[in-house]
């Protein structure tokens, strides 16, 4: 790392849960920047779940649309910079990986695998903090994906295949990589920044914000469940955090039906971008979980396009008494992972047998801006949901979830899904036998949790070695 130069931070872990800590200067500048500057680097002190004035930025599905009683909390994470929450992500692994000597954005050309939001969200943090990206990732991802990618700079490769095509973004990755030695591997499917992100600030930020729903009146403290599609396993890292909260809280990860790889040893292709990645990722603590999930790909495509189509929002407020204010909320903060990690939470209630007390929360990664090219596409497949398709899509697709497709996490089962790592980390990627079995004992999971102060100390100390130069 340059010591004669200075590198371009953001907020530590600490400040991106709680953003009230920022000094407040460096806050107003970086609240104005996110619509008359949003390409400038102050806009990195923006990454967290909570807005301006401190609200947690969330929704409560109502029964009329979920079918069940007990309350479905949803973060919603449009309002990051990027329209996604994979910036945090993106951020923390770059800031650690500079503050640790592991990379020199003077020298170093930062390489992001990726199936969409984390590429863009690597872009766009390696351009706020001065280096040059290289994003790979399937060539049949939504138009929009690639668009925003190289409007934050970064350049695109493509490879074969769709969303769960990442054994040939690895081969990509080590292409490249052989051709130049100054390329630097930022994989979210193995870099514990990602884990440090997700376990950290939006694992508590959950934690407050299921204090504050029983403030409301909603729920009773705690969370039952948490819901996550697993993608790199970063955004499921979250409940590694509430199960220390809460003994009983269960963790409940989501594939795809067309791709259920911890479920069934399964492969296939998919059109749930972001999630269902045909590998058992590093950062993943599979050991943790409770259940396996699997949604459909088409079915969390056909409830995203309700909220999308003029029709479908219209049965939402006459028949189902939504208000419309809501409606159109909705229609701008989810995507099609946001629709399957909401079947997920549904299925939970089910499962588990959840009553109104209870409080299951999921994520919504990104908004429907990412989708407008496959809605077109639904469109022409499926034709435009009017009112009465919307209702019926509504009770079979919300109401009428069924409790298949679940897996349980026995001990037996949790075992099957560790062994699957084996595969891609060992045969494939370089890890070894020894780290592997590490990750059975809950203290190597631990040890990467508590690096988390570890980094905040060192950039703290960064700072203040800068306002002494």
Known sequence: MSEERRLITGPTFEEMLHPHLIDPAIRKQAHEARTTDPLASINLFNISWREYDGQIQYIVLPPALTGVQTPIAVLTSIHFPTGSHKVGATYSVLLEKELFGDVDPWKHTLIWPSTGNYGIGGAYVAGRMGCKSVVILPEEMSQERFDLIESYGGQVVKTPGCESNVKEIYDEVKRIMATDPNMRNLNQFEVMGNYRFHYYVTGNTIIDLARELHEQGIGSGKVSAYVSAMGSGGTIAAADRLKQEWYDHKIVGLEPIQCPTLALNGYGGHDIQGIGDKHATWIHNVRNMDAIMCIDDIESKLGLQIFADEGGKEALVKDFGMDPDVVEHYAEVLGISSICNIYGAIKTVKHY?????????????????????????????????????????????????????????????????HNLKYYTWVEQQGKTIEELNGQKDPAWWESEQALVQEIDRRLLAYRAKQQTE
């Open 353 to 417: 047998s959840y009553g109104p007390d209870d409080l299951v929360v999921t994520i919504a990664t990104d908004g429907l801006d990412r989708y407008g090219s496959v809605m077109d596409n639904m469109r022409r497949d499926y034709g435009v949901v009017d009112r009465a398709e919307g209702v019926t899509r509504v009770r079979s697709l919300f109401h009428g979830l069924r409790t298949d497709w679940i897996f349980d996490g026995t001990p037996d089962m949790r075992e099957r899904w």
